[in-house]
C-alpha cells in the first residue's frame, strides 16, 4: 500500500500593517474612485484604511497579494485604459479587490495610494512579504513618512 506523505505544517497566518500614502502622485486614481463611489477623498482613504483584509493568494505577478474585505462602498471597476505602468508599492482597487503591485508593471486597477515596504525581493530568504491567509491592515501616512521610510535600507 502506497503512503502519501503528510502535507507540510501550514504556518502561522500573520497579521502585517502595512503605511500608505493616499492620493496625489501616490494614488493618482483617488479623486476617480471618490467619485464613483459619491464620497470624497477622505472618506475613500478612511473606508479603505478602515478594513480588515485576508490575502487570498498571491498571483499576476510574484508577490502580487489579491486581498478581499474591501468595504463594499469601495467597489469600483477596473479602468477602462490600462496603465503601461504601475509604479512598485501601488495599492489599488480592482472590483471588489484591493492589491498591491510588487514591481512596477502594466496594470488596470484604480491605484488610490502607495506603500513605501517592498513586497517582492527574490534576494530575501522569504522573497515574498505576504503569504496566503495573512491579515493585513492599511495605515495612512504623509508624504514625508512615506519618503522617510522609503529611505531605510532593506
Known sequence: MQRWPRPATPSPRRELV???CYGGEYGP???E??????LDEAAVSALHAAA??????LGFAPG???LLGLDPRLVVPRRSDPRQ???AGSVAIG???TGIYPEALPGGWQVIGRTPLRLFDLAAE????LAAGDRVRFRAIDADAFRQLAARPG
Open 52 to 57: 480588515d483584509y485576508r490575502v487570498a493568494m
Open 95 to 97: 472590483g471588489s479587490q
Open 85 to 87: 505602468r504601475v509604479s
Open 126 to 129: 522569504t522573497p515574498a512579504l
Open 33 to 38: 474612485v471618490a467619485a464613483c463611489c459619491g
Open 64 to 66: 502580487f497579494p489579491y
Open 18 to 20: 502595512i503605511p500608505v
Open 29 to 31: 486614481d483617488l479623486a
